[in-house]
């Protein structure tokens, strides 16, 4: 059984298959889907840092979302579409028209970054563009480097990597790629 898949299960003793999904939420609205989540029994993650605010009158730090408009829901099969019609929850993070499962390590790996640096942990928007030259930062694909051949969205990039002469294409979400100076 691998650590991205674990099965719980249920009232009937029937195993069910759990993943991480992301969830795009309504804008703002984070907060309010992750109590709704959790009024509901479904494991939810919110990441939040803190950070200073500063109005007409007054400044104040406040925790606000690390990735805006997104949660994160453990869920199985059975509970997958009682999470999506959870108020304000709008649709799931898809891949090739799939909700895109979330390797269990990258959440424990940020909810570990979170706790550990909360103040060095950041979201970055990239301006990569297609045929670039980037290197992966985090995950499996660590250190790589390749040209950018796909391009969808500002998270979801196709890099064509090209260790012993062969070209590999590998699917790379664009918060672990670091662009590199031509």
């Known amino acids: 059984m691998t650590e991205e898949a674990k099965l719980r299960k249920d009232m009937n003793g029937k195993n069910n298959k759990y993943a991480w999904y992301a969830i795009y939420t309504r804008s703002r609205a984070e907060k309010k889907a992750f109590e709704y989540l959790n009024e509901d029994g479904i494991e939810a993650y919110l990441p939040l840092k ?9 400044k104040k730090m406040v925790e606000m979302p690390l990735v805006p408009s997104y949660i994160f829901v453990y869920v199985s099969e059975k509970e997958y579409y009682k ?20 390797p269990e390590r990258e959440i424990n790996l940020l909810k ?16 990569i563009e297609k045929g670039d030259m980037v290197e992966i930062t ?5 250190g790589a480097k390749g040209e950018v051949v796909y391009k969808k969205g500002k998270q979801h990039f196709q890099v064509r ?15 672990f790629l670091q662009k590199l100076k031509a």
Request: net charge positive.
């Open 50 to 58: 803190k950070t200073l605010r500063q109005w007409s009158d007054r």
């Open 83 to 102: 999470a999506l019609n959870t108020p304000y929850t709008i649709r799931y993070v898809t891949f090739n028209g799939k909700a895109a499962p979330i």
């Open 112 to 127: 570990l970054m979170l706790r550990e640096l909360p103040n060095d942990v950041n979201l970055i928007v990239t301006d």
């Open 138 to 142: 985090a995950g499996p694909l660590k």
């Open 161 to 175: 990597l090209e260790p012993l002469g062969y070209a590999v294409q590998a699917e790379v979400a664009g918060a």
